[in-house]
T-cell receptor
Framework: ETGVTQTPRHLVMGMTNKKSLKCEQH?????MYWYKQSAKKPLELMFV???????ENNSVPSRFSPECPNSSHLFLHLHTLQPEDSALYLC????????????FGSGTRLTVV | GQQLNQSPQSMFIQEGEDVSMNCTSS?????WLWYKQDPGEGPVLLIA?????ELTSNGRLTAQFGITRKDSFLNISASIPSDVGIYFC??????????FGTGTSLTVIP
């Protein structure tokens, strides 16, 4: 596998469920990101991990909980979500601060019912 | 956060036509990126720009880093159906995250 891989591609969950999104990068990058993409809105940065340490949390509700066990893997744990959390969740990775750009995964399309 | 304004929001063009879109910011950036996102996929990097006035091409795509460092432009020449998608700009202040525009949706009519 190459690039950034996200699973699952699609997820439907109830508001009381707990689920996790997974991201894996095969690029040897040392930073990983979670973004939320909603219709008609810019990409919203949720979390940044650099060298496996969280360096930025853009005031994301606690119902989203990230985990970065190593430099290649990133998870987003979800619990008691709201319908307005339905969106495309994108994972990205970069080397350093990403001056050469971020490499994105294909995303997980999340629907909260 | 920083706000990047992309225009136009959407474009409908005939195959073979040239396309121009731009991105403006109230802040000065040191790096500009242009991405394309196909339906159901993540954004893919097209062009990266690092210097004011820089003009960089990638096939039929050409992007420019505005001399004020507050804007960037993307041109596509002789559009083809596979150019359909959403084009995003992104700007970075050194030591900071990238900020993304709202995107320009391109439809190419055969």
């Amino acid at each position: 596998e190459t690039g950034v891989t996200q699973t699952p591609r699609h997820l439907v969950m109830g508001m009381t469920n707990k689920k996790s999104l997974k991201c894996e990068q095969h690029l040897g990058h040392n930073a990983m990101y979670w973004y939320k993409q909603s219709a008609k809105k810019p990409l919203e940065l949720m979390f940044v991990y650099s060298l496996e340490e969280r360096v930025e949390n853009n005031s994301v509700p606690s119902r989203f909980s990230p985990e970065c066990p190593n430099s290649s893997h990133l998870f987003l744990h979800l619990h008691t979500l709201q319908p307005e959390d339905s969106a495309l969740y994108l994972c990205a990775s970069s080397q350093g601060q990403g001056g050469y750009g971020y490499t994105f995964g294909s995303g997980t399309r999340l629907t909260v019912v | 956060g920083q706000q990047l304004n992309q225009s136009p929001q959407s474009m409908f063009i005939q195959e073979g036509e040239d396309v121009s879109m731009n991105c403006t910011s109230s802040s000065i950036f040191n790096t500009w990126l242009w991405y394309k996102q196909d339906p159901g996929e993540g954004p893919v990097l097209l062009i990266a720009l690092y210097k004011a006035g820089e003009l960089t091409s990638n096939g039929r795509l050409t992007a420019q880093f505005g001399i004020t460092r507050k804007d960037s432009f993307l041109n596509i020449s002789a559009s083809i159906p596979s150019d359909v998608g959403i084009y995003f700009c992104a700007g970075q202040i050194p030591g900071n995250q990238f900020y993304f525009g709202t995107g320009t949706s391109l439809t190419v009519i055969p």
